[in-house]
């Protein structure tokens, strides 16, 4: 089983900063086909789970380009430029690249 | 619009059975693979099960694995998920979440979830 630890249980930032998540892989999501299956999405109270990035670093459908996917092997980071209130969120990763698929233990995000 | 409605949810004890329902619409339901993952009570998400468009392959998370069965009717569009001798622990929202094509099996869609409360 691929364990993946985000550290950070929560991070308090003010608006229009930039803020970076990290989750590190038990072992590399770097697949045959060159790609990390490793993806991340946001929790919104009362708003359903949203997918934001997915391969590391390639946005979904309508996500702003604030919200940046980046890394490799077995450190992934999300990072939100300019900050914004509604940004507040949990956020988690998520391997796929096992049939067991694991999450991150998620990290919220908080105003400052 | 792609829509994911789950139903079933609801309170019930140790030991006993459960189904739970997915509505899909708005997208082909028999081309895409298929999940259900499961949040407890201010916890992080865990996923349960997939199943292939077709139904033929399954896999479960270790903590379900021989007590639930993910299974789906394409002519419906509707996903199940059949949970038997439910425990405390299984005490969670319960999601339903299509896997994108092509994309590396994340999941692109989500439903806004089922509460499932196991207890005496």
């Known amino acids: 089983q691929i364990t993946l630890t985000q550290q950070a249980e929560s991070l308090w930032v003010s608006p229009g900063e930039k803020v970076s998540i990290t989750c590190r892989a038990s072992?590399?999501?770097?697949?045959?086909?060159?790609?990390?299956?490793l993806s991340w999405y946001q929790q919104r109270p009362g708003q359903t789970t949203k997918a934001l990035i997915y391969h590391a670093s390639i946005r979904t459908d309508g996500v702003p380009t604030r919200f940046i996917g980046s890394g490799s092997g077995t450190e992934f980071t999300l990072s939100i430029e300019d900050v914004q209130p509604e940004d507040i969120a949990l956020y988690y990763c998520?391997?796929?690249?096992?049939?067991?698929?694991?999450f991150g233990s998620g990290t919220k995000l908080e105003i400052k | 619009e792609v829509q994911l409605v789950e139903s079933g949810g609801g309170l019930v004890q140790p030991g006993r059975s459960l189904k739970l329902s997915c509505a899909a619409s708005?997208?082909?339901?028999?081309?895409?693979?298929m999940a259900w993952v499961r949040q407890a009570p201010t916890k992080g998400l865990e996923w349960v099960a997939s199943i292939s468009y077709g139904g033929s392959n399954t896999h479960y998370g270790d903590s379900v694995k021989g007590r639930f069965t993910i299974s789906r009717d394409n002519a419906k569009s509707t996903l199940y998920l059949q949970m038997d001798s439910l425990r405390s622990e299984d005490t969670a929202t319960y999601y339903c979440?299509?896997?994108?094509?092509?994309?590396?099996?994340?999941?692109?869609?989500w439903g806004p979830g089922t509460m499932v409360t196991v207890s005496s």
């Open positions: 979440a299509r896997h994108g094509t092509g994309s590396g099996w994340y999941f692109d869609f």
């Open positions: 998520l391997q796929t690249l096992k049939k067991l698929l694991t």
């Open positions: 708005g997208f082909t339901f028999s081309d895409y693979n």
């Open positions: 072992q590399s999501l770097l697949y045959t086909d060159g790609k990390h299956y």
